[in-house]
T-cell receptor, first 118, second 113 residues
Framework: GAGVSQSPSNKVTEKGKDVELRCDPI?????LYWYRQSLGQGLEFLIY????????KSGLPSDRFSAERTGGSVSTLTIQRTQQEDSAVYLCASSLPGTSGGGRDTQYFGPGTRLTVL | KNQVEQSPQSLIILEGKNCTLQ??????????LRWYKQDTGRGPVSLTI?????NTKSNGRYTATLDADTKQSSLHITASQLSDSASYICVVSARNYGQNFVFGPGTRLSVLP
């Protein structure tokens, strides 16, 4: 595709339910990131995938959050037993790996999924 | 604690005027600093990326500066246009391995005709 796509664009769920958010990165991008943006707050890093390497999960706020990336492409962020404080916009980004490391690669963001937990 | 602060929180200017947005950080060890533009309801779009050795970088009417000694960065917008109305986010990477980014809260810029 032309850019990073995410689905659904909006998700309303009840407290305690599980939700799955999907991200389709730009074709050929081996790096994929998930972020969370709460209302009026800055983006919060959640998890990072790079190729076949073990993902960097250092940003996941609790064990209710998990993410997978199948076949090095599509990624799914799963939130179990959702809480009201999980309400936010969840953004996905992808990039090519920087040849020199150090994260110089430009990230391309999707439009986000707005999650509302009632 | 790794933190990124931005000022002002919001800014209103008239079309055609210049403006400068500020970013201060306490992230260590420093890897790189990025400025993003985020339109309402859209994902952020990268404007500039700077490493420790770079102290200025331009992208059209956007010019970013970095002072790694004082841990400050600025984003200067020249001859503002209505389409510049957006949130501008400063992001600092804390390490070279992995992607642990620290995002600032953003500055909301409104350009009026």
């Amino acid at each position: 595709g032309a850019g990073v796509s995410q689905s659904p664009s909006n998700k309303v769920t009840e407290k305690g339910k599980d939700v799955e958010l999907r991200c389709d990165p730009i074709s050929g991008h081996t790096a994929l990131y998930w972020y969370r943006q709460s209302l009026g707050q800055g983006l919060e890093f959640l998890i990072y995938f790079q190729g076949n390497s073990a993902p960097d999960k250092s940003g996941l706020p609790s064990d209710r959050f998990s993410a997978e990336r199948t076949g090095g492409s599509v990624s799914t962020l799963t939130i179990q037993r959702t809480q009201q404080e999980d309400s936010a916009v969840y953004l996905c980004a992808s990039s090519l790996p920087g040849t020199s490391g150090g994260g110089r690669d430009t990230q391309y963001f999707g439009p986000g999924t707005r999650l509302t937990v009632l | 604690k790794n933190q990124v602060e931005q000022s002002p929180q919001s800014l209103i200017i008239l079309e055609g005027k210049n403006c400068t947005l500020q970013c201060n950080y306490t992230v260590s060890p420093f890897s790189n600093l990025r400025w993003y533009k985020q339109d309402t309801g859209r994902g952020p779009v990268s404007l500039t990326i700077m490493t420790f050795s770079e102290n200025t970088k331009s992208n059209g009417r956007y010019t970013a500066t970095l002072d790694a000694d004082t841990k400050q960065s600025s984003l200067h917008i020249t001859a503002s246009q209505l389409s510049d109305s957006a949130s501008y986010i400063c992001v600092v990477s804390a390490r070279n391995y992995g992607q642990n980014f620290v995002f600032g809260p953003g500055t909301r810029l409104s350009v009026l005709p």
